[in-house]
């Protein structure tokens, strides 16, 4: 606290990310980064690039990516924003999309950074339980809300919900704004942005940070109808006209266009994926039906806490979260071969 500090930071609960040890020495298992690296396409196009372009500022409108993302997905560039990593886009969309006098909705597990947004924008927000095997149940979002906002597949729980329940969501909240959060939808869940040109109140948020292996680039985008997208475009530019450097987009361009490699990468992940939560169910843990590049997990006989602390000091992070009705699970990012087998290793040890 300080004298020179305004109301609402005085009020402001930001939102404390996993950890990132500068040192690194972990196993990083904490934040669903990918295990391998970018496309070699974006390792060359770095190596190509013209230095002397950053003198200059880049494409206020990003149109060379939004027209590379629109081409990818079907859609149009009116149907296509981008930003400085979803949060970004959240941010914006939470600001120009969900502002409004009944409360918005989502669910009681979630993405934990939906509430700092209803913060910082004074949202009022009410969560929906997720029921007993931590599942979505549409019909507990009632219409007449200020918008919903749900992950799909949900974080932390990496359990998805069918296209046909979006689609019931989506009808009985024809009013108001749904954004289907899709962070991690590459790794087993099915894109909405098909249901994008039959629904006005749709908009669909990804990222490049997890399913094409570039986090450290902040690049996150939203799709939907040309009315919700100019909404976030006028927040943008009330906000920073530069979001996307010149750098990010011409790495973000060839990793869309590398199909092969993208492809690659996720399969490796989902075949990783099965193979650890077959083996921690071995070890007693409870392993949540995962359709996401993580694992959530909880055991039978020890305390999530105390595995995460053992974990640490055996050299790997996962994640654990302080907070009613999970704070005895823990979020494991599936990371590569190698990574699985030390993990299996040390919880071996720690559970003996
Ligand atoms: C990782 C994550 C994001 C944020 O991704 P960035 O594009 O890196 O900002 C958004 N939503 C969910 C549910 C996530 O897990």
Request: aromatic share 10%.
């Amino acid at each position: 606290m300080s004298k020179f500090w305004s109301k609402i930071v005085n009020e402001l609960d930001p939102y404390v990310p996993g950890e990132q040890p500068q040192d690194q020495q972990y196993i990083k298992l904490n934040t669903n980064e990918s295990p391998y690296p970018p496309s070699p396409a974006v390792a060359r196009a770095l190596a190509d690039f013209n230095c002397d372009d950053l003198r200059r500022y880049p494409d206020p409108e990003s149109r060379r990516l939004v027209g590379a993302l629109a081409g990818y997905h079907g859609l149009t560039p009116a149907q296509v924003f981008v930003g400085n990593g979803s949060d970004e886009v959240l941010a914006h969309a939470f600001q120009a999309l969900l502002q409004k006098t009944a409360p918005i909705l989502f669910p009681d597990i979630s993405y934990s950074f939906y509430p700092v947004y209803c913060g910082l924008y004074r949202i009022e927000f009410e969560t929906v339980a997720l029921d007993q095997s931590f599942r979505i149940d549409v019909n507990d979002y009632h219409p007449g809300n200020g918008g919903i906002i749900i992950p799909n597949p949900n974080a932390p729980t990496g359990i998805a919900l069918d296209l046909e329940n979006i689609e019931e969501l989506l009808n009985r909240s024809r009013q108001s704004v749904v954004i289907i959060d899709e962070a991690y939808v590459d790794f087993g869940a099915e894109s909405a942005t098909r249901l994008i040109a039959e629904y006005d109140n749709l908009l669909v948020v990804q990222t490049f940070s997890k399913s094409r292996n570039l986090a450290g680039l902040r690049l996150g985008v939203a799709f939907g109808n040309p009315a919700l997208i100019e909404a976030l475009q006028r927040v943008k530019n009330s906000f920073n006209s530069y979001p996307i450097d010149s750098l990010a987009s011409a790495c973000a361009i060839v990793s869309l266009n590398d199909e092969d490699y993208f492809r690659q990468c996720r399969q490796q992940i989902i075949a990783n994926r099965e193979r650890l939560s077959e083996s921690l169910a071995t070890l007693g843990f409870e392993v949540f039906p995962s359709s996401s590049n993580f694992v959530f997990v909880r055991h039978a006989d020890r305390a999530a806490q105390s595995i995460y602390l053992d974990l640490k000091n055996a050299g790997i992070l996962v994640r654990y979260f302080d907070k009613s009705r999970i704070n005895n699970c823990l979020r494991i990012t599936v990371g590569s071969d190698s990574e699985c087998d030390q993990l299996l290793t040390a919880l071996q040890k720690i559970l003996a």
